[in-house]
């Protein structure tokens, strides 16, 4: 009989050390910036001004009293920056993927792969989500005047506008339809 527990007791402990051995490592995608698909998206050829916390713009977005320049940064860093007209207001935000696990999700008014996003917003206006293959960026309350250049579109949606930053393959996923394409 003891013998029988023992060998059950050692059974669980097998068990319990092998279901934590599967678990899943953590994303070495979200971890290495280098290995992101945005980083390689070609950008802006200007040369903009940008934050110091900012390496390279890869698209203008503007509508209404927006003008942003969305930008990365190969450690890790993905942003956000601008002016919001309207009352004289510097916009700058930025996320950081490679110190969180994200939280897999797909903001509303985009289509697309589900993928782990990291997000944030100026006020109730501006929203940045962040994934490692592309920017979205929200902006609502403001529809005149859309304009996007460099590796962006965008589309007109309730009342705002939503705008993807990324290679073809992730605009044409995120907003298959959209309206406003680069210089237009």
């Known amino acids: 009989m003891v013998d029988r527990l023992a060998r059950a007791g050692a059974a669980v402990v097998v068990l319990l050390a092998l279901g934590s051995c599967s678990a899943p490592p953590a994303d070495p995608l979200l971890r290495d910036a280098a290995q992101w698909p945005l980083v390689k998206v070609r950008g802006l050829i200007d040369d903009p001004k940008l934050p110091d916390e900012a390496e390279r ?17 190969s450690s890790g860093l ?3 920056s601008g002016s919001e007209w309207s009352v004289h207001t510097d ?3 930025h996320v950081d993927l490679t110190t969180s ?3 897999p999700e797909r903001p509303t ?3 697309g792969p589900t993928e782990p996003a990291v997000s944030t917003s100026y006020g109730n206006k501006v929203s940045l989500f962040c994934t490692p293959t592309r920017m979205l960026i929200k902006v ?3 529809t005149s005047q859309p304009f996007v250049s460099g590796d962006a579109v965008a589309q007109l949606v309730d009342g705002g506008l939503n705008a993807v930053v990324g290679s073809e393959e992730a605009l044409r ?5 959209a309206t406003v394409t680069r210089g237009g």
Do not use: T
């Not at 713009?57 to 940064?73: E, F, K, N, P, T």
């Not at 996923?173 to 339809?177: F, M, V």
């Open 57 to 73: 713009a890869l698209a203008q977005v503007r509508v209404g009293s927006y003008d942003m320049l969305a930008w990365i940064h």
């Open 78 to 80: 993905c942003g956000l």
């Open 91 to 93: 916009v700058s935000m």
């Open 101 to 103: 696990e994200g939280h």
């Open 109 to 111: 008014g985009f289509s």
């Open 140 to 142: 609502s309350g403001e």
């Open 173 to 177: 996923e995120s907003l298959p339809r």
